[in-house]
């Protein structure tokens, strides 16, 4: 499995990887309930300090946190079986004060957080 990035959904800032040639970007992972999971360094792999974007994605849409469920909610489910819109962490730089519902999710990164100079 390659790479995988986003950008910051309040100043559309690239989110580099440990092992990128770049600094790293501390972000807070918002959830849908304006919890912060603040993060110092990204994985690469969807592991922002060891909190899993995708089991965070599992977890708030009504699961227990597995990964495998919240990559099956972030790529291939528009809806949870209540109905609902599938909802994703939205990941902003440390000094945003937007809550959860004042922000767009957080786009893909066509970096993927490391091929910046390719």
Not at 6 to 35: A, F
Not at 37 to 42: L, P, R
Request: include cysteine; charge should be negative; proline fraction near 6%.
């Amino acid at each position: 499995m390659g790479f995988c990035s986003w950008r910051t959904s309040d100043t559309n800032q690239s989110i580099p990887n440990e092992h990128s040639n770049r600094p790293n970007l501390p972000v807070k992972l918002l959830d849908d309930t304006d919890n912060a999971i603040i993060a110092h360094s990204y994985d690469g792999y969807g592991r922002f300090d060891g909190v899993d974007f995708y089991a965070l994605t599992d977890t708030m849409n009504g699961g227990e946190g597995d990964r495998d469920s919240g990559l099956r909610f972030a790529f291939e489910m528009k809806k949870r079986a209540d109905g609902e819109p599938v909802v994703l962490p939205k990941i902003v730089t440390l000094n945003c004060e937007k809550s959860y519902s004042e922000l767009p999710d957080s786009p893909s990164c066509e970096y993927q957080g490391y091929f910046y100079d390719f």
